[in-house]
């Protein structure tokens, strides 16, 4: 069974700052963009992904 886009951010958030990569943080904008209107407005700069 593939993992869930939950089990993805999850395993990229437990990881220290230092060995996540750019990458796999932007792949996670649109995801934490949906789950929260908060999110949905804010520039990438914001959200710290370069």
Request: some cysteine; charged content about 25%; proline content about 8%.
């Amino acid at each position: 069974m593939a993992p869930s886009v939950y089990d993805k951010v999850i395993a990229v958030i437990s990881k220290p700052q230092e060995q996540r990569t750019d990458f796999e943080c932007h792949d996670l904008v649109p995801w934490i963009r949906k789950q929260n209107k908060l999110f949905s407005n804010l520039k990438h700069a914001l959200m710290g992904v370069p």
